[in-house]
């Protein structure tokens, strides 16, 4: 179908506010005698605070207050909000404990988040707990004071690997975990063992990604006060502000009502955003001082350690094919790290197995995760949630079982890949579209896949050529493991144009701009007459869960589709009764009410906004306020080919070409989307080949906590970025679309490591391929 607007590549919304620094993030906002608020981190992985004295830093001139684990709210907690926190209370146990993950509540208590945590702690369990605070006039006098608080220790043994954690007679970082074991269990289709039987091979591999950081532009940055009617106002740089709103008040133990979150503009979150990190101590901290503003800024440092991070997870593959190609069954077990607290926990690691089933539907397939805590940093989610890490894990393994079997690794997937109409057995979902095989056509001409291979066939000396590739299936938001409800309004104004309200978060991403042009397209507007609401607030935005889950186009897309068709309607009806021309037989276009048959306009849309708004007997202002709960999935797919050069003598990889090329169904604004595709792909190689954070073994210390020290590419490491799209449109999405958000990075790491694998025939199944591990490995491999 030809769009007028949908499809195009329209500017964003927001580009000119974004380069002219007119737009406002939470830093450039303020309030009158704002003061600071600064954390005490723990320099332990593991320790229980025996005692803590913070008589010296209160009497610093210009702290306002000191808060420790003994000054925050009980389990009784009054719903009604006093100017103080609480009653001292000697015993951690007796503290609420809440749960941070940005996830929509849920009425069944058996699917809500692990309450694991504490405002400030008591016992520290990994290097970067909160373990107190201050409140002063000014920044320095912030950290002069946290130098004066005196802690004595009781150092306990830091488990800084899931080995480690899961070793018989470790310590319990959480007394209520046994083994250290936050969760386990997966799912089963089918019979695995019996497939194995049935099978010619059963080949089996290990697999193993690393701890990252999301490195965003805009740290973790809020501010808190007490309004007139002593409302906790918090203004912050989040993803999800209703749930933000809801965590605090679960945190400080007050009815949500009397929390109110601002999300102004926000630079950037790839999934550290959607965690509630240091709001519940910013509430904290306001009410200590009676309710005058306070700001709580993290430091790069701090924010690398003391927000989240990406689950490391270690792969156990099993795989029975057969001489054809043709998988019968697999079985994947999974350790996930999720560090000192449970944040999104086990999620992650059954959204990887969840969102995997979709691309090879083998007739037997088992996954057997388990989510265990150590004494590090807390992972939750980080751009394509669990899927990054356990498509590393099986595409690698595929490209290993096509090269047993001698097969082109193209072939080997076409034989196993999912079809149009598959109803995928546990959730239910249904794929209505599916481009993939497209995908993988059109990536191989663009990188020379067969020519390449041919020439690459037989190398020698010490820098070799190879072509790798990957696939990776997705899902357009939750359903039907959480809710996906999302809500728009709009406003004809008295000039024709329009005004949109959203629940959804811009962050970066693009999403108010195709917001402006899916309701462009159904009212017949230019975008210049679409204005977006950037900024959002809970008191009065319409309710929407966030920005995550790669769910905003598709998700909150309905809403905005569903809002902009009954503003349509409202306009031809009241068109209707202004020329008694029936309103099935007009239509919208080009800022006029237009005969449907002929196009020839009946009425300007601003004489009919006019007429709605000021005529005596008429006036009826048309807007439309609504919300949609998507109890559907669309599932998109893609493939990332690459072509590397590596120096055997050095370790070093060098990417000369790398294509990332996506069925998201109907791309709305082409250009948005491939900047979206350059920034996944980007974030795919640092994953691929440079980016972990790495810990003192013994200590859990943190090791290279920023940017000069983290391996994070710039641009001088950063090749040209190939994309391009197959748009299998989708029935159920809003004009056919389907996700795109966190796809990017899914399928890069792997292809690149297939390609190193093309080039020398050295396998590599562990992540980053950094030029020490490289080198490391061709020593083993007698490369060198």
Not at 178 to 194: K, M, T
Not at 224 to 232: G, S
Not at 577 to 605: C, W, Y
Not at 692 to 706: A, C, H, I, S, Y
């Amino acid at each position: 179908m030809a769009y007028a607007v949908v499809g195009k590549s329209v500017r964003r919304v927001d580009a000119i506010a974004k380069v002219t620094g007119q737009a406002k993030y939470t830093d450039d906002f303020s309030e009158r005698d704002m003061l600071v608020g600064k954390i005490l981190h723990s320099p332990y992985a593991h320790a229980i605070i025996k005692t803590i004295d913070v008589s010296k830093a209160k009497a610093l001139p210009g702290v306002e207050a000191v808060l420790t684990y003994k000054d925050l709210p009980g389990n009784q907690y009054s719903t009604a909000l006093p100017g103080v926190i609480g009653d001292v209370l000697e015993e951690e146990e007796e503290r609420v404990k809440f749960g941070t993950a940005g996830h929509p509540y849920s009425l069944d208590p058996n699917h809500r988040d692990k309450e694991d945590r504490h405002i400030l702690t008591k016992k520290a369990r990994f290097v970067g707990d909160a373990i107190a605070a201050v409140v002063a006039t000014d920044e320095l006098i912030a950290e002069e004071a946290l130098r004066l608080i005196d802690v004595e220790y009781e150092v306990l043994e830091a488990l800084t690997s899931t080995d480690a954690a899961l070793k018989d007679g470790a310590p319990l970082i959480h007394e209520d975990s046994p083994r250290n074991i936050l969760a386990s269990g997966g799912f089963a289709r089918g019979d695995v063992e019996e497939a194995f039987k049935e099978s010619d091979h059963v080949i089996e591999g290990e697999y193993e990604t690393s701890i990252v950081q999301h490195c965003h532009m805009e740290n973790q940055t809020s501010y808190a006060y007490l309004d007139a009617d002593r409302r906790i106002v918090i203004v912050t740089s989040t993803q999800i502000p209703q749930i933000v709103r809801r965590i605090v008040a679960q945190a400080l133990g007050i009815s949500w009502g009397r929390v109110r979150v601002i999300k102004p503009y926000v630079g950037g979150g790839f999934g550290n955003k959607q965690d509630v990190c240091i709001e519940p101590l910013n509430a904290a901290m306001t009410l200590a001082v009676g309710g005058r503003p306070v700001k709580l800024e993290l430091s790069r440092e701090e924010g690398m350690i003391d927000t989240r991070t990406r689950h490391a997870f270690k792969f156990k593959i099993k795989t029975g094919i057969n001489q054809d190609g043709v998988i019968n069954g697999i079985h994947i077990s999974a350790v996930s790290n999720t560090g000192a607290y449970a944040s999104h926990g086990h999620s992650i690691a059954g959204s990887a197995g969840g969102k995997f089933r979709y691309l090879y539907p083998a007739k037997a397939l088992k996954y057997d995760p388990i989510t265990v805590y150590t004494n590090l940093p807390v992972a939750g989610a980080m751009r394509g949630y669990g899927t990054p890490q356990i498509f590393f894990a099986f595409e690698s393994h595929i490209e290993d079982i096509a090269k047993k079997l001698n097969m082109d690794p193209i072939e080997l997937r076409r034989k196993n890949l999912v079809e149009v109409g598959y109803v995928e057995p546990l959730s239910k979902n249904k794929i209505m579209s599916c481009g993939i095989r497209e995908c993988i056509d059109k990536g191989r001409e663009l990188i020379k896949w067969d020519e390449k291979k041919t020439l690459y066939k037989e190398q020698s000396g010490v820098k070799r050529r190879g072509v790798g590739m990957a696939c990776f299936s997705y899902a357009s938001g939750t359903y039907p493991v959480a809710l996906e409800v999302a809500g728009a309004r709009l406003v004809l104004n008295q000039d024709g144009s329009v005004q949109l309200q959203l629940g959804a978060t811009e962050i970066g991403q693009g999403s108010d701009t195709v917001f402006a042009q899916m309701v462009a397209e159904v009212l017949g507007l230019p975008m210049d007459m679409v204005h977006v609401v950037s900024s959002q607030d809970t008191d009065v935005s319409p309710f929407d869960t966030g920005s995550y889950a790669s769910r905003q186009t598709y998700v909150s897309g309905m809403a905005v589709e569903k809002a902009a068709r009954e503003v349509k309607e409202k306009i031809l009806e009241f068109a209707h009764r202004m020329t008694d021309i029936p309103a099935h037989l007009l239509d919208l276009s080009n800022q006029s009410v237009v005969f449907k048959h002929s196009g020839e306009s009946v009425l300007t849309v601003e004489e009919v906004a006019m007429q709605s708004y000021y005529d005596r007997i008429l006036a009826k202002p048309i807007t439309s306020d609504v919300s949609n709960n998507a109890r559907i999935n669309a599932m998109p797919f893609g493939v990332t080919f690459a072509e590397v050069e590596v120096d055997t003598q050095t370790g070093k990889i060098e990417i000369l070409e790398i294509y990332n090329v996506h069925d998201s169904g109907k791309i709305v604004n082409p250009q948005l989307a491939e900047g979206q595709v350059h920034g996944g792909v980007s974030m795919g190689i640092g994953y691929a080949l440079s980016e972990q954070l790495l810990f003192d073994e013994v200590t859990g210390k943190p090791l290279n906590n920023n940017l000069l020290d983290y391996k994070l590419p710039t641009i001088m490491d950063t090749p040209d970025i190939g994309v391009a799209f197959v748009e299998a449109e989708d029935p159920t999405g809003p004009f056919g679309v389907k996700s795109l958000g966190e796809p990017p990075v899914i399928s890069p790491a792997p292809a690149i490591r297939n390609a190193v694998l093309d080039a020398t025939g050295v396998a590599f199944n562990r992540l980053p391929m950094n030029p020490q591990r490289v080198f490391e490995r061709f020593k083993e491999a007698g490369l060198i």
